[in-house]
Nanobody, 118 residues
Framework: QVQLMESGGGLVQVGGSLRLSCAASASFSLINTLGWYRQAPGKQRELVARITSGRNPNYADSVKGRFTISTDGAKNTIYLQMNSLKSEDTAVYYC????????????WGQGTQVTVSS
C-alpha cells in the first residue's frame, strides 16, 4: 500500500506559478511510474505529466513548455512546477503512483485544488 499526500494547490492569477508537491509513503525504488493527473468540473480525469523508471518524462500537449515534473528520491516526493498558468488549468490535481510486480497496483492521492483566475 502506498499513500500519497499532495500539497501546494491554491488560487493564482493567470500567468502566475504554483508548485505542487506529493509525498509518498514508499521508496521510489519500488515505484515504476509517478505522475500528475487533473480533473476539471464536468470533465474526465486527464494525464498532466508522468515519469516512468528509465524513461524521459512525458507531458500532455496542453502543458508542454509550461509545466515540469521532477522527483526527489531522498524525500520520496514528486513535484509539479506550473508556470504561465491559464484559466483552463483550473482543476483538482491528483498525484499518481504505479507499482508493477506480480500484478499492477495503482495509487492516488486525495487531490489538491488549483484555481487560476483571470
Amino acid at each position: 500500500q502506498v499513500q500519497l499526500m499532495e500539497s501546494g494547490g491554491g488560487l493564482v492569477q493567470v500567468g502566475g506559478s504554483l508548485r505542487l508537491s506529493c509525498a509518498a509513503s514508499a521508496s521510489f525504488s519500488l515505484i515504476n511510474t509517478l505522475g500528475w493527473y487533473r480533473q476539471a468540473p464536468g470533465k474526465q480525469r486527464e494525464l498532466v505529466a508522468r515519469i516512468t523508471s528509465g524513461r524521459n518524462p512525458n507531458y500532455a500537449d496542453s502543458v508542454k513548455g509550461r509545466f515540469t515534473i521532477s522527483t526527489d528520491g531522498a524525500k520520496n516526493t514528486i513535484y509539479l512546477q506550473m508556470n504561465s498558468l491559464k484559466s483552463e488549468d483550473t482543476a483538482v490535481y491528483y498525484c499518481y503512483a504505479k507499482i508493477v510486480g506480480d500484478s499492477e497496483y495503482n495509487y492516488w492521492g486525495q487531490g489538491t485544488q488549483v484555481t487560476v483566475s483571470s
